[in-house]
């Protein structure tokens, strides 16, 4: 299920970014230390939390639904009533890569809500903090390594994954219409590395999560003028 995906998104001042990045070639960066197999931990209720992530911690655990606004609610869906299955080292990987990615959303939101006024950044962030609380507790019973736990806002394990936020940052900061343009980059690249992670997946506690995560995805692009 090896592959990689390029997307070659248009950003401000006439500027073209080729950023190349795929679930995979995350996941070459995250894959030490992680090891497949069933899931033995307890899954928590999702949808219970609306609290907005701090990078460094857990404010809740997850699920949710998606607004066009960018806004969730939870569906009130446990993973507890999952059956969870086994993964291949190259999808526990992936799914590392997941928390990567859904961590790079959130910090990217939340520094261009402090830049401008425009709401759709929190939202569209308090989305991302159940995202990523889904994929960690899929992280925890699965016993893969979190790459996104102890880090600061902004900060990331590979290189990979700090050189697009970087990217999309500096370009996003540009003015408001630039930062749109680059989370609809954030939600696209999201959205194919997604695709592309979902396949071969047979455990039924993680395609639940990747559709949500996937559905959540597309709204949050339509919420960014996508």
């Known amino acids: 299920m090896r592959k990689s995906i390029i997307i070659t998104a248009s950003v401000a001042a006439g500027v073209v970014i080729t950023a190349l990045l795929a679930t995979p070639s995350l ?38 639904t998606q ?9 009130g869906t446990c993973l507890t009533d999952l059956e ?22 959130h910090d990217l939101y939340i520094a261009f809500a402090d830049q401008y006024d425009a709401k759709v950044f929190t939202r569209v962030a308090s989305a991302e903090t159940k995202h990523l609380d889904a994929v960690s507790m899929l992280l925890e019973r699965y016993d893969v390594t979190d790459p996104t736990v102890g880090l600061a806002a902004g900060v990331f394990s590979t290189d990979v994954t700090q050189d697009l936020y970087d990217t999309l940052l500096a370009e996003g900061s540009v003015n408001l219409d630039a930062a749109l343009e680059a989370a609809r980059t954030a939600e696209e690249l999201d959205i194919a590395d997604l695709t592309a992670a979902t396949e071969g997946v047979t455990a039924p506690d993680v395609l639940a999560v990747y559709e949500n995560l996937l559905n959540g995805s597309e709204r949050h692009l339509v919420a960014f003028g996508g």
Do not use: H, V, W, Y
Request: glycine share 20%.
């Open 27 to 64: 996941a070459a960066g995250l894959g030490n230390g992680n090891s497949a197999g069933n899931g033995n931990a307890a899954g928590n209720a999702a949808g219970t939390t609306s609290e907005q992530r701090e990078p460094a911690g857990r404010q809740g655990n997850a699920m949710g």
């Open 67 to 75: 607004t066009g606004s960018g806004t969730e609610k939870g569906t």
């Open 84 to 105: 969870s299955g086994t993964l291949t080292a190259e999808q526990t990987d992936a799914l590392a890569a997941m928390a990567a990615e859904e961590k790079l959303a």
